[in-house]
């Protein structure tokens, strides 16, 4: 069964201690962060369907268990909302996908991808942000631009 790009909630059980939570929506590629976060605290993790996720805690309710925050049973991970999920050619491979960019480089004359001086912070922020808040270096050249108004994320 393919899982779709949205929506699963993960619940999390302590069964030592009878406690569960959940957190979520989220996409797919989110879930393992989730599920390394409540291994390394020894607690049990799984991906619901969000039509699923009200029947499964009602039934942990019923068994008596108590329903916490999730960040009482597990270190919440790291926010991966905005990194970019996509394939870069192989000159922005290694960069980190939280400040991957899309810009039109001056030296290149081209598209190009580039890497931005703080965490990509949506196109709405990013865009409304004032000129040199955000900073973006072109990963194949070299080239440094502050016009914020005409970059994207594909």
Do not use: M, Q
């Given at each position: 069964m393919k899982k779709g790009k949205h929506e699963f909630y993960i619940l999390l059980?302590?069964?030592?201690?009878?406690?569960?939570?959940?957190?979520g929506p989220m996409e797919t590629h989110l879930l393992n962060d989730w599920y390394a976060a409540a291994d390394a605290r020894g607690v049990n993790a799984m991906d619901v369907r969000p039509e699923a996720l009200q029947a499964e805690c009602r039934f942990l309710l019923d068994k008596g268990w108590d329903e916490v925050e999730p960040e009482d049973l597990v270190d919440e991970p790291i926010d991966?909302?905005?990194?970019?999920?996509?394939?870069?050619?192989?000159?922005?491979?290694?960069?980190?996908?939280?400040?991957?960019?899309?810009?039109?480089?001056?030296?290149?004359s081209k598209v190009r991808w580039a890497?931005?001086?703080?965490?990509?912070?949506?196109?709405?922020?990013?865009?409304?942000a004032g000129m040199r808040e955000y900073q973006a270096i072109?990963?194949?050249?070299?080239?440094?631009?502050?016009?914020?108004?005409?970059?994207?994320?594909?």
């Open positions: 059980k302590d069964t030592e201690r009878s406690r569960f939570a959940s957190t991966r909302a905005n990194h970019y999920v996509g394939k870069l050619p192989a000159y922005a491979s290694g960069t980190d996908r939280s400040k991957v960019i899309s810009i039109l480089c001056r030296d290149c890497a931005l001086n703080k965490p990509f912070p949506g196109v709405e922020k990013l865009k409304a072109c990963l194949k050249c070299g080239y440094s631009a502050s016009d914020n108004y005409n970059w994207s994320r594909p």
